[in-house]
């Protein structure tokens, strides 16, 4: 092992969380999830040696992230009726703490929005400025803005039906 | 519900969410050493094959052709699948080009946009491959005939035979579409099965059009 690969490791660890929110948000099937973790933790090693360290990693490694997550979704079929394989998965999830209800719900949402709004949606809710946000998804800051908005809108109509809902 | 109230909680979660999750190192670890492929690696390796298997196929029906120039009733049926083959080498040395071209470090948006025009293109090739299979098969009967058993296919069935074939494929060619529509999510448990109904009944092309769009749209200002 040398140190690129420590390094690399080392990296992913830091930000295994990209792996595990982006893996979620685009497929619901946990097979499907353990493989797309596999395609993410392998597209980025191989582009690895063109990572510029003057940027973040969280971002070039969310771009990635996206672009594999998008072109997988696009790709694969489900799974349903397929028997479930035995291999262990890159990523572990060990005793979570549970989500409030909110999240749960916000997590169920970005779900089921279309694959570009849903990278848009995660990097808006990590927190990326509307510049870092048009620039890793491939528009102006103008128009990221405008389609969050559109879609903070959408979503807050589905909570209120939820609550609703629930209430009645 | 007050989105930025959402976005702390999501936040806040989240930190939690990284304390929970633990990266398998010695997997990873192995899988690196291993150099395992990626699907889009193993997607190119299928088109390579693909390739090959066109370009032995070009070199033999030109043989053909060359073989039996002057004789059209041979030379034609050869030149259909001729043109044939060269659109789909022309589609798939297209997709891999795009694939060797793919930078994923590149805008989302835009890579999603040329991933899926060369995805189109592949879906249009594989429909009406499957949908014209019905009436492609008479040339092949004709061009099969003559190269491997040295025999005329006009004389020994008939040109009235290899043209009520040729009727009957295409009419069995609407029957294919309404039977692939019909059949349309049946074959789940048959993945190739269901993807190649979905070339026939166009799913494939509809959906990688529909992508497309929606591509077009995130990227427009409006």
């Not at chain 1, 969310?62 to 790709?75: D, G, K, P, Q």
């Not at chain 1, 397929?82 to 169920?108: F, G, H």
């Not at chain 1, 990097?123 to 528009?139: A, P």
Request: overall charge negative.
């Amino acid at each position: 092992m040398d140190a690129a690969h420590e390094c690399f490791m080392q990296l992913l660890e830091e930000h295994r969380n990209i792996l595990y929110k982006v893996s979620s948000a685009y497929c619901a099937n946990a097979e499907d999830r353990r493989d797309l973790i596999q395609e993410m933790v392998i597209q980025l090693w191989r582009s690895f040696d063109r990572f510029d360290s003057s940027y973040r990693f969280s971002t070039w490694m969310y771009r990635i992230a996206l672009n594999v997550a998008i072109s997988f979704y696009r790709s694969e079929r489900r799974r349903s009726g397929r028997s479930v394989s035995l291999e262990a998965s890159l990523l572990e999830l060990a005793a979570p703490e549970p989500e409030s209800d909110d999240v749960q719900l916000l997590r169920q949402f970005i779900g089921e929005l279309e694959p570009l709004n849903k990278a848009l949606m995660l990097l808006y809710l990590d927190g990326y400025s509307y510049e870092e946000i048009g620039e890793m998804l491939g528009i102006s800051a103008s128009n990221g803005a405008t389609k969050l908005s559109r879609l903070k809108q959408r979503l807050r109509l589905q909570f209120q039906e939820h609550y609703q809902d629930y209430q009645s | 519900m007050e989105f930025d109230m959402l976005k702390a909680q999501w936040q806040a979660y989240d930190q939690k969410l990284t304390e929970s999750l633990r990266l398998n190192r010695r997997l990873l670890r192995d899988k690196l050493v291993a150099k395992v492929d990626s699907a889009l690696q193993r997607h190119e390796r299928g088109l390579w094959l693909e390739l090959g298997f066109d370009v032995v196929l070009l070199l033999l029906l030109g043989s053909f052709i060359s073989d039996t120039w002057g004789e059209w009733r041979f030379v034609l049926p050869a030149l259909v699948w001729h043109i044939f083959i060269i659109i789909s080498m022309v589609v798939t040395i297209r997709e891999l080009v795009t694939l060797r071209e793919i930078d994923y470090n590149g805008p989302v948006a835009t890579l999603q946009k040329r991933v899926e025009q060369v995805r189109l293109l592949h879906a249009w090739v594989n429909k009406w491959t499957w949908t014209l299979l019905p009436v492609l098969w008479v040339p092949i009967l004709i061009i099969g005939m003559r190269w491997l058993l040295g025999l005329d296919a006009y004389a020994v069935l008939g040109t009235p035979t290899l043209l009520a074939n040729l009727a009957f494929g295409l009419v069995l060619i609407p029957v294919i579409v309404v039977a692939s529509r019909t059949l349309a999510g049946r074959g789940e448990q048959w993945p190739w099965v269901q993807s190649i109904i979905d070339d026939v009944n166009g799913e494939h092309v509809v959906a990688a059009a529909r992508f497309l769009r929606e591509v077009r749209d995130f990227e427009e200002e409006r």
